[in-house]
C-alpha cells in the first residue's frame, strides 16, 4: 500500500520513499511543498500505517521486523512498476539504499532521477549499476563504515553524483537525533537537482569579476584552490582583463547568473607547449549539480579541439573525495601524491598529482 496525493497533471511522478520511521507529517508537508505538477506517491514501509516509536532503535527494530531492506526494495519497485509514467524518486536512508539497489532493475527512462540522503546501506550493495542519474547525498561521518570509501566506490560509475555534508545521518528527518534546521533548509536546492536545470558556458569577461570574486570567497571554494579568503575585486579584476594569450577562463551560467569559473594555462616553454594545467571552483549553493562537469568538459573541449593540447594536469587535495571523482570521471588518473604541497587553514596539506592524456 502507498499513499498518493493528487497535484497538478505532469508526464513525472513524484515518488518520496521514507525511512525507518515510515509515514509522518513531515512527509506528507513534503510531499504537498514539492507538487510543482508531479503526481506525489509516498512508499513507506508499514502500508501506510502511522507508527509511534521512543527511539530510532526501536524505530529500526520494528522496520526489520515488519519489513526489512530486502522486501522494502520490492515494495518499491512494485509501487513503480504499477505507475504509468516515468519517475523522479526522492529518498532517505533505507529507502534511499532500497531505492538506489532497485535503480537497474528497470529499463532507461523509467527513473528520471533518483535523490537519495544517507543511503548507508548502500556499502552492502556496491556492485549496483543504475542505469539512470543518481544523486546520493551522505552525511560527515557514519559509525560503521568509512563514508570516504563507499562515495570513492559508487562514484565511479558515470551516472552517481555523491555530495558529503557536513552533517551525520539523519540531519532531514525532524524525528531523528541528529536532525538540523540548517541541513532542512537548502533541501529545496538539492531535490531541485533532479530538475534540468539551464547551465550556459561562456569565456568570461573582464565585467565577471564580481560574480567570480564571490565564488570564489566561500569557504570551500578558498579551501579547495590556493586562493585565500577574503578575496579583492580589484586583484580579480586585474586578472580577467589582463591575462595573457596562454590563459583560458570559462564561467558556468544558471538562468544567467554565474555559478561556476574554470581557469586553464596552457605552457608556453617549447617542449610543454602540449600541456595545460587547469582548476576550477564552483558555487557552493549549487554543488553536486553538474556544473563543474560542464566546465570540465568544455575545458576539455577547447584544449583538446582547439589547442592542440594533449596532457591536461590538475592537482586535488587528497580530502576532496568528490572532487577526485569528478576528475577521473573525465578521464584524469592518479600520477602521484604531493606530500605538503599547500598551507591551509594552519597546517601543510596534501594533494593529488592527476592527468588526463589524449
Known sequence: MSLSISLNPSTTALVII???????????????TLKNGHCATIVDPYQGVRQTFANEAQAYQRFIEQCGHDAYVDKIFSVIDSLSTKVKILSFSAGASAAFRLTERFSPGT??????????????????????PVTLIFPCEEDHFDVDKVIQSV????AVQCIKTTWRHGFMNPQSDN???????????????????????????????????EIYQQPSCYAGTLQLPYPSEDKWQQRLSKS???????????????????????????????????GMAVSENVQGQGVGSKLIAAMIDLANNWLAVTRIELE??????AGKALYEKHGFVLEGTAKGYAFRDGQYVD???MAKVS
Open 18 to 32: 521514507t525511512d525507518i520511521f515510515g509515514l509522518t507529517d513531515d512527509i506528507i508537508d513534503l510531499a504537498l
Open 244 to 278: 595573457s594569450d596562454n590563459v583560458y577562463s570559462l564561467v558556468a551560467e544558471l538562468d544567467g547568473k554565474i555559478v561556476g569559473q574554470i581557469g586553464m594555462e596552457v605552457f608556453s616553454s617549447p617542449r610543454r607547449k602540449h600541456v595545460a594545467n587547469i
Open 155 to 158: 562514484s565511479k560509475s558515470n
Open 351 to 353: 594533494t593529488y598529482l
Open 111 to 132: 527513473i528520471e532521477h533518483l535523490i537519495g540522503f544517507y543511503p548507508s546501506q548502500i556499502r552492502h550493495h556496491l556492485g549496483v549499476n543504475p542505469n539512470c
Open 316 to 321: 586535488v587535495y587528497t580530502d576532496n573525495t
Open 179 to 213: 536532525y538540523n534546521d540548517e541541513a532542512a533548509s537548502v533541501l529545496g536546492n538539492i531535490i531541485n537537482k533532479g530538475i534540468p536545470m539551464n547551465i550556459t558556458i561562456r569565456h568570461s569577461e573582464p565585467q565577471d569579476y564580481v560574480a567570480i570574486k
